[in-house]
């Protein structure tokens, strides 16, 4: 039962590294999202796709990438690191538009 | 563009007394409306939804909420508050126009914490 999975939990960057952080789900989800929260800020969707194949921007997609291979996967890339970019961030599932998403527990990011 | 407001950084009640924690909206079209809560240091748990039909809809862990259209609402409320339930509280809005497009707008959260 293990529903969405974030890696890694926690990550320290130096100002230009890369990375990916990784998002998978096994409920066979065609909705997958990425959000940022910052303290005041609430969540931030950065990138949603709505099926294999499909991405696009949300309200905070600059310096991120994605991609969907697959249902089960949704990878957010850091391509160069910056310190804006320390934050906690949240992959999110869900079956079809207007149901609750499900979310994973986070991945929390500081960029030095 | 559609937006949630949530007036209150932080919401204060006793164990046992009724709590209310606010959120309104703007949307363009018909909205799907949802409650999160996060505990520390853990993602968000949903606790519950209104897509259509009655305005007072029921979740988890004994809280409710009331949608209303007019005033562009949807309050989060709890009979009889438990100190179990201070945490940070999310206020989330979608709108479907079948053109593909998803992803939640939140409010910014309410703390809610609940003194013994």
């Known amino acids: 039962n293990a529903g969405v999975t974030q890696t890694p939990k926690f990550q320290v960057l130096k100002t230009g590294q890369s990375m990916t952080l990784q998002c998978a789900q096994d409920?066979?989800?065609?909705?997958m999202s990425w959000y940022r929260q910052d303290p005041g800020m609430g969540l931030r969707l950065i990138h949603y796709?709505?099926?294999?194949?499909?991405?696009d921007q949300g309200e905070v997609p600059n310096g991120y990438n994605v991609s969907r291979s697959t249902t089960e996967d949704f990878p957010l890339r850091l391509l160069s690191a910056a310190p804006s970019q320390t934050s906690v961030y949240f992959c999110?599932?869900?079956?079809?538009?207007?149901?609750?998403?499900?979310f994973g527990q986070g991945t929390r990011l500081t960029v030095v | 563009a559609q937006s949630v407001a949530q007036p209150e950084d932080q919401v204060n009640v006793a164990e046992g007394n009724p709590l209310t924690v606010k959120c309104t909206y703007s949307?363009?079209?018909?909205?799907?409306l949802f409650w999160y809560v996060q505990y520390p240091n853990r993602g968000l748990q949903f606790l519950l939804k209104?897509?259509?039909?009655?305005?007072l809809v029921k979740g988890s862990y004994g809280f409710e909420a009331e949608f209303n259209k007019s005033q562009t609402s949807f309050h989060l409320k709890k009979p009889s508050a438990l100190v179990s339930d201070s945490a940070l509280y999310f206020c989330?809005?979608?709108?479907?126009?079948?053109?593909?497009?998803?992803?939640?707008?939140f409010g910014k959260g309410t703390h809610l914490i609940i003194q013994p």
């Open positions: 209104y897509i259509t039909g009655d305005n």
């Open positions: 999110a599932s869900k079956d079809v538009a207007g149901t609750e998403a499900f």
């Open positions: 409920m066979n989800h065609e909705y």
């Open positions: 796709s709505v099926g294999a194949g499909i991405t």
């Open positions: 989330a809005v979608n709108t479907y126009s079948g053109g593909g497009a998803d992803g939640l707008t």
């Open positions: 949307v363009s079209g018909n909205p799907y």
